[in-house]
């Protein structure tokens, strides 16, 4: 707990600020999943159909895949880490959405096109209103 003292003396920032990236990487690690399902959702209606594309199937591939390709990139060389990655990511797209390997690198390909449009979307969306602000600053 901080004192009065460590107030005075500036340290208390030290522990706001371990605490607030926590809570950056927690928030950001649910922002995420919730987008590549929402991603996986539609990519896997697109390409397999609604009656074998799930909601709670791109849940599982999405925290799954998410999961799991941490911990290859963790503990793998990067070029190693990204193919098992991909491989597991592949593998679970297969496994949930009831698919052969097109079917599944399919479903990838339209996910990956899927989130960038929805990323370059966004980057619009919240660029515009500092765009305009910052333009309003230059008057």
Do not use: H
Request: charged share 5%.
């Amino acid at each position: 707990m901080p004192s009065l003292a460590d107030f005075m003396e500036g340290s208390w920032w030290l522990q706001i600020s371990g605490q607030t990236d926590l809570l950056f990487a927690v928030i950001s690690f649910v922002v995420n999943l919730i987008v590549m399902t929402i991603v996986f959702y539609l990519a896997g209606v697109i390409v397999v159909g609604k009656r074998r594309a799930l909601f709670s199937d791109a849940l599982v591939i999405s925290l799954l895949g998410t999961v799991v390709g941490n911990i290859c990139s963790l503990f793998f060389p990067p070029v190693i880490g990204l193919i098992l990655s991909l491989l597991i990511w592949l593998l679970l797209i297969r496994r949930y959405y009831e698919t052969g390997w097109l079917g599944a690198l399919a479903v990838a390909v339209l996910a990956v096109i899927i989130y960038v449009v929805v990323l370059i979307v966004l980057a619009f969306i919240f660029a515009i209103p500092f765009l305009l602000f910052a333009g309003l600053l230059s008057l």
